[in-house]
């Protein structure tokens, strides 16, 4: 059975949205935590020009390749094993980075890894689009974004929603500069920076 996440069809529509209008002059995307594969499918179908890149740890493999290969789609290929915090990273020709709900589930220096891996891998003009709940001034942006927080915290005390300017700050360290912060949905943002 595949796997299959309720929240990745409640957001899709609306990141859809957002990516359609600034990756139109991309063909490669890299996808950092692909989860089930849900999103890698429904992006790469209603963008045919680009060739989406999946990507997560070994053993969320397996899920992602029941979804891609069920859509059977000519822009998608066989999704990549990628762990941020792994010293040598895949070598591919992308234009972009998208990722969605993983910053605040990663520990923190797995988060520090990811946007040292990002800014390693993207060309002058690159764009990094990371989507989630983010905190602003060290507060909480939304009662939900609250609990959300404590749920995170009591299934692991080393997760969490992230303070936007602690991640904008390791984007300007890897070479990013911050283009947008995007309002969307159910209190979370779309968070999309460029290399320099």
């Not at 941020?84 to 923190?108: G, K, L, R, Y």
Request: hydrophobic share 40%.
């Amino acid at each position: 059975m595949k796997p299959y996440a309720e929240s990745c069809n409640q957001n899709r529509d609306p990141i859809l949205d957002v990516l359609k209008t600034r990756l139109e002059t991309c063909n490669r995307v890299l996808e950092i935590g692909s989860g089930t594969g849900q999103h890698a499918v429904y992006f790469a179908a209603a963008m045919p020009h680009l060739h989406w890149l999946a990507s997560d740890r070994m053993e969320n493999l397996p899920g992602i390749r029941q979804w891609l290969d069920e859509a059977g789609l000519a822009n998608l290929v066989d999704p990549l094993c990628l762990d941020v915090t792994q010293a040598v990273w895949p070598e591919v020709d992308v234009q972009a980075v998208f990722s969605a709900n993983t910053a605040h589930i990663m520990h923190w220096p797995q988060v520090q890894a990811l946007f040292a891996g990002v800014g390693r891998l993207l060309p002058q003009g690159g764009q990094f689009f990371l989507y989630g709940p983010f905190n602003y001034g060290g507060g909480y942006s939304s009662d939900s974004n609250r609990r959300f927080d404590t749920w995170l915290k009591e299934r692991d005390p080393l997760s969490g929603v992230r303070d936007f300017e602690a991640l904008d700050a390791l984007a300007q360290q890897a070479g990013l500069a911050l283009v947008e912060d995007i309002a969307m949905p159910a209190n979370n943002r779309i968070l999309h920076w460029k290399k320099a």
